[in-house]
């Protein structure tokens, strides 16, 4: 596959950027370049089950990711994280799904139960969940967050907006017994990170009560008895991301492995959407950006009417829509993370009609972009053998991750 050099390198507005983020952004640019982008290449290709198999470049590109610290950017020093600003922590973000926004989703993901752990205060579940996790090179443990169910996908991210709440009965229930929960059903092949993943934090009905809000969200170590796996998801885009179902049969877990019940889940629901949401908005931005990189690179390369494409003044025009898609967008995603993410660190309310504004608009432009891509490589644009087939993949996908475009508008306008 041809790959093109890191041509466009989005422009930075933000004037007061430390030496240390830009040190840190840049070792980010090169890892991106030098291992994601390849590996995400060779992964693209490979069979779900290969994927995950022991010798997979897929551990590779975790246990690298963990060595340079890109999955305990925001963590404590006393935990050994860095401290990373939501800023610093964005700017990685963009930057790692410029490489492949697949593997930039499993490395966002991984340290997510160890982050939960810390955000409740709890002494015991930081020493379990958090402090093994940021003390250790951290790729031997690997997290997930299992919302999505086979009945019930965009129907949890609605739970908090009463003129969207749906009637019905979760696919995971979760019942009191004594001082344990006991877990039993499933969720479906849309869990990110399931299939390689060691621990998860679980969003579970609590009782058969009629009604999705009536939740609850819990750490669930997933090497406890009654717990089993489906195959990984065969999937058109996000490839070297791995998702498939799980599967709990009687699992028991103690009381305080449950964070959130009753009148706290749609909260911790919210929070969770809104810093997921303003997540997807930088990888999109990072999706766009490739994209965008490799169409201009092929048009100052492709010989056409006897000079280079982007010589013609319809190409230069689509040039110039897709570098302001990328600019907006690095701009929009950047603004909304920070503001987010510093406003949940601190336990302050969010704005998660922001995020969806930044999730929707920077996916539908990394589509509109990736699009236009194809379109500028002509019929090589149709063949695996140039970056721009699978970035309009990858594009398409993130319209749905996380909640699907339209969809998110309808809770984003129901807050206007």
């Known amino acids: 596959m041809q790959t093109a050099a890191h041509v466009y390198e989005a ?12 040190q840190i952004r840049d070792t980010a640019r090169r890892f991106a370049a030098e291992v994601l982008r390849p590996a995400g290449i060779a992964i693209d290709r490979m069979t779900p089950e290969a994927v995950i198999a022991p010798g997979s470049p897929l551990y590779r590109v975790l246990a690298q990711a963990a060595e340079l610290g ?7 020093a006393a935990l050994g994280g860095l401290e990373a600003s939501p800023a610093t922590a964005h700017m990685v973000l963009e930057e790692l799904s410029w490489g492949n926004v697949g593997l930039a989703g499993a490395i966002f993901l991984a340290p997510y139960p160890a982050g939960a752990a810390l955000a409740t205060g709890n002494s015991e579940l930081i020493a379990e969940f958090s402090a093994p996790y940021f003390s250790q090179a951290g790729a031997s443990i690997i997290g997930c967050w299992a919302i999505t169910e086979p009945d019930h996908g965009s129907d949890h991210l609605g739970v908090m907006r009463p003129d969207l709440k749906v009637k019905g009965c979760g696919n995971l229930i979760a019942r009191r017994d004594g001082d344990a929960w006991v877990l039993s059903g499933q969720k479906s092949a849309w869990v990110s990170n399931a299939p390689i993943a060691t621990v998860a934090v679980v969003n579970v009905q609590l009782g ?22 489906g195959r990984p998801l065969d999937k058109h885009a996000f490839r070297a991301l791995p998702q498939g179902e799980i599967f709990f049969d009687e699992v028991r877990i103690p009381r305080r492995y449950m964070i959130a ?20 908005g930088a990888m999109a931005t990072g999706i766009a950006r490739a994209a965008f990189d490799c169409a201009l690179a092929y048009t100052k390369t492709r010989i056409q009417g006897g000079r280079p494409i982007f010589e013609h003044q319809s190409v230069r025009a689509r040039l110039f829509r897709m570098a302001s898609l990328v600019r907006a967008s690095h701009a929009l995603s950047r603004d909304v993370y920070v503001y987010n993410l510093t406003r949940l660190s601190r336990g302050e309310p969010a704005r998660l009609d922001h995020s969806i504004t930044s999730k929707v608009f920077c996916s539908d432009a990394a589509f509109e972009v990736a699009t236009m891509a194809v379109q500028l490589h002509g019929g090589n644009g149709m063949t695996r053998e140039y970056a721009a087939e699978m970035l309009l993949r990858d594009a ?5 991750a996380d909640g699907e475009n339209n969809y998110l508008g309808l809770i984003a306008a129901s807050m206007l």
């Open 70 to 76: 890109f999955t305990k950017l925001s963590a404590p």
């Open 261 to 280: 019940e009753g009148a706290t889940y749609t909260a911790h629901v919210e929070g969770t959407l809104t810093a997921f949401n303003a997540a997807v």
């Open 396 to 400: 398409t996908a993130c319209t749905i």
């Open 208 to 229: 058969s009560s009629d009604g999705l809000d009536n939740g609850g969200v819990c750490f669930v170590p997933l090497n406890l008895p009654g717990i089993s796996r």
């Open 11 to 22: 422009f930075e507005y933000d004037l007061s950027l430390t030496a240390e983020q830009l």
